[in-house]
């Protein structure tokens, strides 16, 4: 996963709380059941099949596979579309795929057994184990703006570490370290200086084991002080070599023998053996080059083991490895962790105000990291789905994982697109379509018959807007007011200033005149050249409302732009419903991109009295609607399903 693609990464993070540890049997992730019993509308699962297929048929992705678990059942497992490039061979559920970054959270547990079994220290440095890491000096940061002094590394600007960087900080991302420069078969995962000297002195080659990495990277500056950043690092892949030198096997082996083998993920591991190679998904566009240690070339036996991204699995083995966690370690009456491990890792560890991604840490993103997992810790708004507690996260190739202790859910996502800038709109979708297919318990009562308050229908109608949630399970709101939007999708950071990739066409910045292509050298009057996108990002941010302002230079002006606008509120692809008089009877409709409970676009659904200022449908799974009034009596307002799994929505004006 790449560290100028937050914006849109982040449209899937999480958090948790652990539900009651209880053994699942191999065959209840094996079998499909009725997803009735488990709680699923099977007529609203179909409706998440047809969102895939029909994206399937656009050929970017050219296919999925999704599966969601609940109570340590299988309750969806579906293959979509197809494997290859010339669509000749299907999608199948146990079709492989290259799953990126959701390598780290396999790196994670596997570094926890052993801190499990005493062999492995917390809180010990890094170079107890890794002597070559020992002594490494940190670049020193402006005492005024406390950005990072990058304008001349060559005079070794740098400063003794305040403290050892330990194993805490490699499983928190705030070990300092960084990502280099074209890590991830990106052209420039950041192009701050040192992620280009880690480019150039520490580059990721499938041809170099492990140790020969970690070794180039002693002389090697931190880019942060340990434990003051959270950045996204390679901290995982410096995990791996210290499993090898702890357990004394190769990460590779440790991982078969420890993790994948007791498990029964068949699928996993670093490279697809020969007999399996038909199962191995394409990515679309130009083929990775040979010799990139994180592009994804897994057809052949892998020196490098990188914890970071180098893992291939299946849906079914990440379901098996997912209800692991969600047993509290344990499954099918095999530990492989303890439970207040399992709970500690899927805690936030970070304390407030540090930024993640430029999110501030608190409430005002609802989100957190624990060590190795994106956390969910706001109930109103989060980053990731679920209730508080629930825990995720994705890779740079297109797979997205999410656990929900509270609900007991488990849903995973693969696919394989080589550009991930647009991954967010799938990940979306893998957030939504599972919650809205949970079934409300219905609340047994007599419908009126016909329309006795026909004469005051007219007052229902009207647009309702549900916020950005196709459930209130997984209740998103809007962003706190702390947290103004200003509509970039994707940016890159350069040595000269933050280049603009990619804008929201609706967003204050693209409304301003922000164009793709143009290089942003100054925010509010103060340079950002050289500085780290996390740096860069922490500028951009602020209330809502508040203005900012950019120097920019543009290809095709002779001089530098001045663009000022004022920051919004992030917009939520939000849930809405249309209500509507047809032959003198109410009809709703979904209006939106989603649809909700009975409620899809282009279907008026009819609606019958239930009682005064409540409705009901008469079929489908009975959804109600009860409609709230100001304190003049006007109608203002709806809440769908009364009760504790309620939402509510706002009349739009």
């Not at 030198?245 to 020969?274: K, Y």
């Amino acid at each position: 996963m790449r560290n100028q693609r937050f914006v849109v990464l982040f449209a899937a993070l999480a958090a948790l709380t652990l539900c009651p540890a209880g053994a699942a049997l191999a065959d209840d992730l094996q079998t499909v059941v009725d997803p009735d019993s488990l709680g699923f509308s099977a007529r609203r699962l179909t409706r998440m099949t047809s969102w895939f297929e029909a994206q399937s048929e656009k050929s970017d992705p050219f296919g999925f596979v999704v599966g969601i678990a609940r109570g340590g059942k299988l309750a969806y497992l579906q293959a979509t579309g197809f494997e290859d490039h010339d669509k000749k061979m299907p999608m199948r559920p146990d079709s492989i795929f290259r799953i990126g970054s959701m390598s780290k959270q396999i790196t994670s547990v596997a570094t926890m057994i052993l801190v499990d079994e005493g062999k492995l220290d917390l809180d010990a440095p890094v170079a107890q184990y890794l002597p070559e890491l020992r002594d490494m000096q940190v670049v020193k940061k402006d005492p005024v703006t406390g950005d990072p002094i990058l304008s001349d590394l060559a005079q070794r600007n740098f400063e003794p570490a305040k403290r050892a960087m330990t194993i805490r900080d490699l499983l928190r991302n705030t070990s300092g370290l960084v990502y280099a420069t074209g890590d991830y078969g990106d052209p420039g995962f950041e192009n701050a200086v040192v992620h280009l000297l880690y480019g150039i002195k520490a580059p990721f080659r499938r041809d170099k084991p492990i140790a020969d990495f970690v070794a180039s990277l002693g002389a090697l500056p931190l880019l942060h002080q340990p434990g003051e950043v959270w950045e996204y690092a390679i901290g995982y892949d410096v995990l791996g070599r210290v499993i090898e030198v702890v357990s004394g096997q190769p990460f590779d082996q440790f991982l078969q023998s420890r993790l994948f083998a007791p498990l029964h993920m068949v699928d996993s591991g670093f490279s697809v053996p020969e007999d399996k190679l038909a199962r191995l998904v394409a990515v679309p566009g130009a083929q990775p080059q040979p010799l990139s240690i994180s592009n994804g070339y897994v057809s052949k036996p892998q020196t490098f083991f990188s914890g970071g991204g180098g893992i291939v699995s299946t849906v079914p083995d990440f379901l098996r490895f997912c209800q692991m966690l969600l047993n509290g370690g344990e499954l099918d009456g095999v530990r492989i962790l303890k439970p207040e491990t399992v709970r500690l890792m899927t805690t936030n560890s970070l304390p407030p105000g540090m930024h993640i991604a430029g999110h501030e840490v608190g409430p005002a993103s609802g989100t957190g990291w624990g060590l190795g997992f994106a956390v969910r810790t706001n109930p109103d708004f989060s980053l990731i789905p679920g209730a508080v507690g629930s825990f995720n996260w994705q890779g740079i190739w297109g797979t997205f994982f999410s656990v929900d202790p509270v609900q007991k859910l488990i849903l995973v996502m693969m696919m394989q697109r080589r550009e991930n800038s647009a991954n967010g709109f799938y990940f979306n979708a893998i957030r939504r379509l599972p919650y809205a297919a949970l079934k409300v318990p219905e609340v047994p009562a007599p419908v009126a018959s016909g329309q006795e308050n026909a004469g005051a229908i007219a007052e229902y109608v009207g647009r309702y807007v549900f916020g950005g949630s196709a459930s209130s399970l997984d209740r998103q709101t809007s962003i706190a007011d702390g947290n103004g939007w200003t509509g970039f999708e994707s940016v890159i950071a350069g040595t000269d200033g933050l280049r603009v990739i990619k804008l929201a066409d609706t967003g204050p910045a693209a409304k301003a005149g922000v164009m793709a292509g143009d290089l942003i050298t100054a925010i509010d009057d103060k340079s950002i050249k050289g500085l780290t996108l996390e740096a860069a990002f922490r500028r951009i941010s602020g209330p809502v409302n508040a203005a900012i302002k950019f120097k920019i230079i543009r290809a095709t002006q002779s001089g530098p732009l001045v663009v000022a606008f004022a920051r919004e509120a992030v917009p939520a692809q939000s849930v809405a419903l249309q209500v509507s008089v047809v032959d003198g009877k109410l009809v709703v409709e979904a209006t939106d991109q989603w649809s909700i409970l009975d409620f899809d676009k282009g279907q008026p659904t009819p609606v019958a009295v239930r009682s005064k200022d409540e409705l009901q449908v008469e079929s489908g799974d009975h959804t109600r609607i009860a409609f709230v009034r100001d304190a003049a009596g006007k109608v203002n307002g709806a809440v769908l399903n009364p009760g504790p799994w309620e939402q509510r929505g706002v009349l739009a004006q």
